[in-house]
């Protein structure tokens, strides 16, 4: 026994198939038989191929037409002046990457072959002389500093009598040597005498806090130049005495210098105190 499998026509080819078996029924039932004549025959062919041929480009071209269709809503339904955005392609451009260059390891050069020479009889090295040490050089021992040369000056302080005078006392002292002979000594003199020198009575009638500024010589005259301090002496006129001969007599031991020029804070002044004269050099003689 046989089985025949016949299976459906399915499709466009079909569906035509059915359309025109469709159609010539109709035209045989309005007919009552009477069969159309060629001409006409020929007509609906050629109309039945042109449907069918419209029908295939409606197909193939169905998704442009739906498409466009739209294109052609939303230009009817957007506003006026609105942009018109391009139409992006559905296909994307792919683009391909340069290819890879995989790096290659660098060669390792081959392997020398190790050559295996034969050793050699071992040779009897002649001995080495021994070395002789070299003698260290001798040690630098620290040189003590130099010693500071000093002079002697000789300084003049005050001191009082039995009866209440003023006297000079003179002093030496060792005072370091130094391109300021003169300044060294008069800062000496105004340091005042020392812890033994006052046991015996001497005195520094130098008002304190007096500085020197400047000390110049020009020609055979001094000129020391006073802070203000050296205007105020509390022991009156007696005191102003002594202290310009303690000045004088100090300053006039340099054999260069003949009289002195006293200057307070660069300026000459007439008077010191009560009528004691300095506007003009004065010496040992003065008093």
């Not at 003049?156 to 060294?184: C, E, H, W």
């Amino acid at each position: 026994m046989r089985l025949s499998c016949q299976t459906k026509p399915t499709g466009l080819s079909y569906k035509v198939n059915n359309w025109y078996h469709i159609f010539v029924a109709v035209r045989k039932k309005n007919n009552k038989g009477n069969s159309p004549p060629r001409g006409a025959q020929a007509m609906v062919i050629f109309w039945l191929v042109f449907v069918i041929v419209m029908i295939g480009l409606f197909m193939a071209n169905a998704p442009t037409i739906q498409k466009n269709f739209n294109l052609f809503k939303s230009r009817l339904t957007s506003t006026p002046g609105a942009e018109e955005l391009p139409e992006e392609s559905e296909e994307v451009a792919v683009q391909e990457k340069p290819p890879v260059k995989k790096e290659t390891p660098p060669q390792k050069p081959p392997a020398e072959t190790v050559r295996q020479d034969k050793p050699q009889p071992l040779q009897d090295k002649p001995a080495e002389p021994p070395q002789q040490q070299k003698p260290e050089p001798p040690k630098q021992t620290a040189q003590p500093p130099a010693p500071v040369q000093t002079r002697d000056r000789n300084i003049y302080f005050a001191q009082i009598d039995k009866d209440g005078q003023i006297l000079q006392s003179k002093v030496t002292r060792k005072i370091n040597v130094s391109d300021s002979p003169m300044v060294d000594t008069l800062n000496v003199l105004l340091a005042g005498p020392s812890s033994s020198e006052l046991k015996k009575g001497t005195l520094n009638l130098i008002p304190q806090n007096t500085r020197i500024i400047s000390a110049t010589v020009r020609g055979s005259t001094a000129y020391i130049n006073f802070s203000e301090d050296f205007l105020f002496n509390t022991f009156g006129v007696e005191g102003y005495v002594a202290q310009l001969r303690q000045i004088v007599w100090t300053v006039t031991e340099f054999s260069n210098v003949s009289d002195v020029q006293i200057l307070i804070e660069g300026r000459r002044l007439d008077y010191l105190g009560e009528g004691i004269w300095i506007g003009s050099p004065i010496n040992r003689q003065s008093f």
